[in-house]
């Protein structure tokens, strides 16, 4: 497996991003590829991380960025947390954080 990083989230568990899932993140969201260090510091240092009502083991985590054109000035990160490990799933920008 061609890891990317594996990075120490803002409650102390490792999450993983793959070269394989940022290529899929990246062919998805394009825009979200110029924006890798606000990725890794939205998980480090999020203004909130909410547990998915579908499922449990997932988790949103939400960095605000004035930086960022409005209205979608907020980078969601969705990790999926398996035997204790997180790996990102997905990375996007949205309007608010919910």
């Excluded at 120490?8 to 999450?15: L, P, S, V």
């Amino acid at each position: 497996m061609d890891i990317i990083f594996d990075i120490i989230d803002k409650t102390g568990r490792k999450i993983r991003l793959t070269r394989k899932q940022y290529s899929h993140i990246c062919k998805k969201h394009p825009m979200i590829s110029n924006y890798f260090e606000e990725l890794k510091e939205t998980l480090v240092k999020p203004d909130k991380v909410i547990e998915s009502n579908d499922d449990i083991s997932v988790r949103f985590y939400y960095k605000f960025y004035k930086k960022l054109e409005p209205p979608y000035q907020n980078i969601l990160v969705i990790v999926k947390y398996l035997n204790g490990r997180g790996f990102i799933i997905s990375a996007y920008f949205v309007k608010n954080i919910l």
